[in-house]
């Protein structure tokens, strides 16, 4: 099942992998002065001052710097598919485990310490600007992020008393892209060997089966922030298979395709194209529709789903072509793939990255484009020829569209991050960089949250507390937020966007959830 998500999604998505990647941090050594060390060592925060010690606190974690501790309240809906809503303060009380209902240590946690793995890369910025690709790297300092959340969550009593203490593994970007399994297999000996740790927040670039595998067998759960960058999707049966997976500010993949094709057919999308003109054709054209996937597993997965819901929205029969995920491979493969749909004349094409768009464009061959996800780093990367017509269906602001169109901050969890983030030093206005500063945010309040749900620690209270928020907890990412015993995705609504082009960009075009 692999996975890349956040900012080298557009490294791999964009220039040919085809997947979706996760950076998060430029460089954790661990030990005093940073919070980041591995478990029994000493610790501090920012400054020097030392982390909260166990205290059992009161309410919160997500209230703004300089606040009271206790946030804002707002009433969410009972379940999928309804408005945002929820508290934005880290799900109330902290403080100690209930007598009886859990053990005083376990799997990493101690009386007084609790452990997260997190993992970094600190050769990212480095690697992608070796790309060439626009918008991809970020601004500031992923380790101050994280101990940004972490000094919240330690300073109103930690995780039920217990201080929170992060153990980072460090990741090479070009590894992680050409050879996924080993990358996940040493990231995994460190979290469940070498540092045990209670669950994983952040766990690389590609979540593959060697993770998930790796996790479940030593009963490690993995809260991941998808933040709608999951491509090839995860679908029902991947939660299922591995019930301690939880994905944030992501839609499961069954419920994208369904709604997003159904979207992009009552749109207008599906309507005769000229591909040598990129331009609406007349009505005698027909619609042919090409989809461009993966040759293994994820990938026969998600062209099924795709299939089913244009069947299911009476849509003809796509052509397909499967390439393999190595970066060199798949370029061939795609250039291949351009000569096939230009003479096949498909004029709509599903899963194309900007290596088939700049062999379409050299080609002149125009056609109409679904982008699943990132469409803003598209549009900043891909000459407009190719954009034209092209639409998409997604919801986080910050990818979906560039900075000049962004529809404001999704919920007060939003706002109250960036505070946070504004307060530790590292304010910004770079879309890629709020992305992953509220991906942090995300996972640390969600874990926190989940934590004070169930009130205990120990084999199986991570999984009860996160199936436990509903729509009670606030994303930073998007607007609409479920969790439960069979939602392992939290988001429940998506919105419609379009490339328009005397904008030269994508925007939003509707205000709307749909689920």
Request: with cysteine; proline share 5%.
């Amino acid at each position: 099942m692999k996975r890349l998500s956040a900012a080298v999604a557009a490294v791999a998505l964009l220039s040919a992998c085809g997947s979706t990647v996760q950076v998060k941090a430029t460089g954790v050594a661990g030990g005093a002065g940073d919070g980041l060390s591995a478990p029994g060592t000493s610790g501090t925060s920012q400054g020097g001052s030392p982390l909260a010690s166990s205290s059992t606190g009161s309410s919160t974690g997500r209230s703004a710097p300089g606040s009271s501790g206790t946030g804002t309240s707002v009433s969410g809906p009972s379940g999928p598919g309804g408005a945002t809503g929820g508290s934005v303060t880290g799900g109330g009380t902290t403080g100690a485990a209930i007598a009886g209902r859990g053990p005083e240590s376990g799997r990493g946690f101690t009386k007084t310490t609790i452990s997260l793995g997190v993992a970094t890369a600190n050769d990212y910025n480095t690697f992608v600007g070796s790309t060439g690709l626009k918008g991809v790297s970020y601004e500031g300092d992923t380790r101050v992020w994280f101990q940004a959340a972490v000094n919240q969550i330690n300073a109103h009593g930690g995780l039920l008393g217990r201080k929170v203490v992060l153990v980072p593994h460090d990741f090479s970007t070009a590894q992680e892209l050409s050879d996924t399994a080993s990358a996940n297999q040493a990231a995994c000996v460190t979290w469940t060997q070498d540092h045990p740790v209670y669950a994983v927040l952040f766990a690389g670039f590609i979540v593959d089966d060697t993770l998930l595998k790796c996790l479940d067998k030593a009963q490690t759960p993995l809260i991941f922030p998808g933040a709608g960058l999951d491509y090839p999707l995860h679908y029902r049966q991947t939660y299922k298979q591995y019930p301690l997976f939880f994905n944030l500010a992501q839609m499961v993949g069954d419920d994208f395709d369904r709604v997003s094709i159904a979207r992009l057919n009552a749109r207008g999308f599906f309507t005769p194209w000229d591909t040598r003109n990129g331009k609406p054709a007349g009505a005698t054209t027909p619609v042919r529709i090409g989809i461009v996937g993966f040759d293994d597993p994820d990938g026969a997965i998600q062209i099924a789903s795709e299939k089913k819901q244009l069947a299911a929205n009476h849509l003809p029969e796509p052509t397909v072509v499967q390439c393999p995920r190595s970066l060199q491979n798949k370029i061939s493969c795609e250039q291949s793939t351009v000569l096939k749909f230009a003479a096949g004349g498909i004029t709509h094409v599903f899963g194309a990255d900007t290596t088939f768009m700049k062999n379409a464009s050299s080609q002149g061959y125009r056609p109409r484009y679904w982008i699943a996800v990132q469409a803003a780093l598209f549009a900043a990367n891909v000459s407009a020829d190719q954009m034209t017509g092209a639409m998409s269906e997604n919801y986080v602001p910050f990818t979906d569209v560039d900075a000049a169109h962004y529809p404001g901050d999704p919920t007060p969890a939003t706002t109250i991050c960036k505070k946070l983030m504004k307060a530790a030093g590292q304010g910004s206005t770079d879309p890629n960089t709020l992305d992953l500063q509220m991906s942090v945010c995300d996972e640390f309040f969600f874990v926190q949250a989940a934590v004070a749900k169930v009130g205990y620690l120990g084999p199986g209270a991570l999984r009860a507390g996160m199936e436990a928020l509903g729509s009670s907890e606030q994303s930073a990412l998007t607007w609409t937020t479920f969790l439960g015993p069979n939602q392992h995705t939290s988001v429940t609504g998506l919105r419609d966007i379009a490339y328009v082009a005397d904008k030269g960009t994508f925007v939003y075009v509707s205000t709307k959830n749909y689920s």
